[in-house]
């Protein structure tokens, strides 16, 4: 039984070393882990008055997502912009721009104004959201 014990405390030594290079290596890598932030920038304007358009015109919002720590594009970012029981989907491009389009039939706007929330979603970032991104007017 004396003889046992001295096995098992190599093993166990063996393998809580084993345990801790592997939490040391992912503590190591553990910047990449980190999200980064993400930024969008509307490049359109953000009031869509809605009198201003015909049933049948297209409204177009160009949003552009971009790296605020070196200010690169973001490629294949989910753009969402929603609310008044409309919402447009769109992925960026290699240049980090998204064209979301709609029409003015797409919101269903009871008051006489209101907002349009935009979110993006993209790999290795963390999520983005805006509330008050587009204004709205009847």
Known sequence: MAIGIPVKIVVLTIVGMAGLAAMLAIIDNGEDAIPKPIHADLKSTNLIILSAFNDTDDIYMAVEVIDPTDGTSVKRASVVLS??????????????YAILRSKKTD???KTGEGYLRLDIKANGFQDYANEFAVKIVK
């Open 83 to 96: 609310g008044h029981g409309a919402a447009v989907v769109n992925m960026t491009n290699n240049d980090g």
């Open 107 to 109: 919101f269903d706007l």
